[in-house]
């Protein structure tokens, strides 16, 4: 009898472990999806660690985007890569790589769940929190909240042993085009340009 409860236990456990799982793909899945075929969105961020604080706005469209912070300005079109640091009064053009992109864009978050990371899901008082597990991965460990409307409100992550916060609020739907994704040297006509790439 104590053997026929326990595989029942065991049975019962492993079906709502898949189900977890099986939710946070399907909320990810959405929260992808929504982002994916939006013209464009801005919004507010926050990031802080316990080597950094940050905060600035965003605007995304797809795999491009301009992070703006008091200190720099990051523009990503797909390909290129612009930072401009306001201090130096420079600005550096490269061709990042995925690794790379990920730590500037907190949406790159999104497409890390497809690629070997076991995935579980909460209910949060203001949504759903997924957790996502990675082994031998650049990132160890991530914390993604995403409220009913699929938006996301948080993200926690581990890389090399550092937890990096991202809070996300005031987000807004907004037709973007393509030129916010690009420096423009009109802009910043006294700056030095260093070509990285």
Not at 96 to 115: E, G, I, W
Not at 117 to 145: D, F, N, P, R
Request: hydrophobic share 35%; glycine share 6%; with cysteine.
């Amino acid at each position: 009898m104590k053997k026929l409860i326990s595989v029942t236990l065991l049975l019962l456990l492993s079906v709502t472990a898949l189900f977890a799982a099986d939710q946070g793909r399907k909320i990810l899945d959405k929260t992808s999806d929504r982002i994916s075929v939006s013209k464009g969105f801005t919004a507010s961020f926050t990031i802080s660690s316990s080597k950094f604080n940050n905060s600035g706005t965003i605007s995304v469209k797809g795999n491009k985007f301009c992070a703006r912070t008091s200190s720099a300005t990051m523009w990503y079109d797909g390909k290129t890569q612009w930072v401009y640091n306001k201090k130096a009064d420079e600005v550096n053009i490269s061709h990042p790589n995925a690794s790379s992109q990920q730590s500037m864009n907190p949406y790159t978050f999104l497409n890390l769940y497809k690629k070997g990371y076991t995935i579980t899901s909460t209910a949060a008082a203001s949504g759903t929190q997924v957790h996502l597990v990675g082994k031998g991965k650049s990132i160890s460990e991530m914390y993604i909240l995403v409220d009913k409307s699929y938006n996301i409100k948080e993200i926690k992550y581990c890389q090399k042993g550092n937890w990096i916060t991202i809070h996300i609020s005031n987000l807004k739907n907004q037709s973007l085009d393509d030129s916010a994704f690009i420096f423009n040297a009109k802009d910043f006509p006294k700056a030095e340009v260093i070509d990285l790439r």
